[in-house]
């Protein structure tokens, strides 16, 4: 199959094979998961779509982080 081929196709995919497709281009570059690694990292996405509300936003992740900075910055110039 050509890669213009592909593209033409790519609509047609499932969700499901999407994700599957990219998973299989980015181990192309990186090794691929260990079977622990990969049985982890779906235990824990199956565990965020049963309660998505367990996980943070990106802005609250970032806000969170620059919080924890600025206090430990702060104690420094205390010391």
Known sequence: MSFNQVLEALPAFTFEDRQLLLRRVI???????SEADETLVEARL?????????SLSLDALKAGLRSRR?????GRRKS
Do not use: F, K, V
Request: charged share 20%; net charge negative.
């Open 70 to 74: 600025n206090a430990e910055m702060a």
């Open 27 to 33: 181990e192309l570059d990186d090794p691929p998961l």
């Open 46 to 54: 199956a565990a965020h779509h049963s309660n998505p509300t367990s």
